[in-house]
């Protein structure tokens, strides 16, 4: 048995009482793709969508699940993001994308991988 897609749906708060909007993805797995790890930029996805389309909502929703404190940099994630700015194959990239979904940097990982491809 293989798995080729991945869906992901989530109904998120807009703020207003009994008003809610719901965001879904489907992700298509290609030969290097690992379903959890599709799983997992799925639901970033969907993720920063809601924090782009609801911004007021979303930055309540990172503030309360943030371990850092407000204002200090993510060294980690400067490097990752470096890193992937210089990516030059889609195998380096692949190296790094678990690391890519866990530091919230999944659109940078897709418009670098979709450039290299």
Not at 6 to 16: A, S, V
């Amino acid at each position: 048995m293989t798995i080729n897609t991945i869906t992901y749906q989530k109904i998120f708060p807009t703020g207003m009482a009994y008003l809610n909007h719901k965001i879904g993805v489907e992700v298509q797995l290609d030969k290097y793709d690992l379903p959890e790890d599709a799983f997992k930029l799925a639901k970033e996805t969907v993720e920063q969508w809601n924090k782009e389309s609801n911004p007021s909502m979303g930055l309540a929703m990172e503030y309360f699940k943030t371990d850092q404190p407000p204002g200090e940099v993510n060294v980690k994630k400067e490097k990752l993001s470096i890193q992937l700015e210089n990516a030059a194959s889609i195998e380096e990239l692949m190296k790094i994308q678990n690391e890519c979904l866990q530091h919230g940097l999944v659109n940078e990982f897709l418009t670098k991988k979709k450039s290299l491809q």
